[in-house]
């Protein structure tokens, strides 16, 4: 095969050159984002009153000794009326109420400035209490302590001693809430006045109440004692004013499937497999069978394998039986491989040379390679080693390298793992 002209060798070089700027830079792992979190739930708005009323009172007390700010304080607040009472202080108080990003605070203050202005200037006297004239009774927004919801009703255990001093009232000091108890531990009844389940009365008296633990599966009781049981917890039966524990797995109470076995435990029963061996089981183990499973044999008390290898399972040429648990499976043998139902001799490929696969067009890029090559090093030579032309050499036959492989590295690659 005759070689083409050499003027293929500069398109070939510019070929190569381009396809290497034309590579994609690296691609870095972007950072996966943190996850989001859930928003704080938003305060009640009583809250957010109670917050601003505390705020304004610490800026009066921030503000008790100061002054108009001029040079004849006694002729100011005799022609100026008192600072104390006057705009200018309230002006500053007002100021510093909120902080820059309490936006729920700045709503309401905008929404009530008209009203404090008001109790400022004319109902400091007969209400002293900002909170409950502001909060309660203008904005309705609170109730007293002690009570709840939109009429303000005492909380269960009455409005001094909510809960009887023992619990929570859902929504206590708000127009909200169901005025549920939420009791301590130990503590149960609609006002948590009582003892809870699993708690005895060690203490009462007309404003004070203790309740302490029963023995452990007692779930009433008349002291902390073993014996001192009234009421048992599931899973437990009264004997003798004694808690004890109900075997299920002896009675009808437990309920485990075919493959099942039942295990009593304190209180309760646990349902556990039985082995693979078994159809059906008493306990845990191939020797606690009901019966065997298929692919097990009986052999004295267990269940155990049967191996089926010991007979003629797998025909068919060059097939080979391997055992499993309660089963077994045909293989092919060592050197066969599995084609369309039979086993047939694995073949071994015959090397073939590294270029026995190059096209036509990929011999014509190597020949000219080749002649490029010639040329850069006898124009190195005549240069005498100049290192100019040394690096145009040394650049060329790069060019040319990559621009060769590019067009065949799939098949270059392949080859090198086949060790062609």
């Not at 169901?178 to 699993?198: F, I, N, T």
């Amino acid at each position: 095969m005759a070689p083409r002209p050499l003027r293929g060798l500069v398109p070939a070089l510019f070929g190569s050159l381009s396809l290497f700027l034309s590579l994609p830079g690296p691609v870095w792992p972007q950072p996966s984002p943190p996850p989001q979190a859930s928003p704080p739930p938003e305060p009640h708005p009583c809250h957010i009153c109670r917050g601003l009323v505390d705020s304004f009172n610490k800026g009066l007390e921030r503000t008790t000794r100061d002054n108009f700010g001029g040079g004849n304080t006694a002729w100011e607040e005799e022609k100026l009326s008192k600072y104390r009472d006057s705009e200018t202080r309230l002006v500053e108080v007002l100021e510093g109420v909120c902080s820059k990003s309490d936006f729920e605070c700045h709503r309401l203050l905008e929404l009530s400035e008209e009203l404090v202005e008001t109790w400022w200037f004319h109902k400091q006297q007969e209400a002293p209490d900002l909170f409950q004239w502001l909060c309660s009774d203008s904005l309705k927004l609170c109730c007293p302590s002690g009570t709840f919801g939109p009429s303000c009703l005492p909380c269960p255990g009455g409005a001094e001693k909510p809960c009887s001093g023992y619990g929570k009232c859902e929504g206590e000091g708000t127009r909200g809430g169901s005025g549920r108890c939420d009791c301590q531990a130990g503590y149960g009844g609609e006002a948590c006045g009582q003892c809870g389940l699993g708690y005895f009365e060690a203490e009462r008296n007309t404003s004070h109440l203790v309740c302490s633990a029963c023995f452990g599966p007692c779930a009433r009781c008349s002291g902390p004692e073993e014996s001192n049981c009234l009421q048992c917890r599931k899973g437990w039966a009264l004997h003798h004013l004694k808690c004890v524990d109900i075997d299920e797995c002896g009675t009808e109470r437990a309920s485990c499937g075919a493959d099942q076995f039942c295990v009593n435990t304190e209180g309760s029963y646990e349902c556990r497999d039985c082995a693979k061996a078994c159809l059906g089981c008493m306990g845990a183990g191939p020797g606690r069978c009901k019966k065997c499973s298929p692919g097990y044999q009986q052999v004295g008390s267990k269940c155990l394998d049967v191996d089926e290898c010991e007979t003629e399972v797998c025909p068919g040429a060059n097939k080979q039986c391997e055992n499993t648990e309660g089963g077994y499976r045909c293989i092919c043998a060592e050197g066969y491989k599995q084609m369309e139902g039979i086993c047939v001799k694995e073949q071994i490929p015959e090397s073939a040379g590294f270029f026995s696969e190059m096209t036509e067009d990929e011999l014509v890029v190597l020949q000219q390679m080749f002649f490029g090559v010639i040329i850069c090093a006898l124009a190195t030579l005549a240069a005498k080693g100049d290192l100019v032309f040394t690096a145009i050499f040394i650049g060329a036959v790069a060019a040319m390298t990559g621009y060769w492989l590019s067009e065949r590295s799939d098949r270059v690659l392949e080859g090198f793992i086949k060790g062609r």
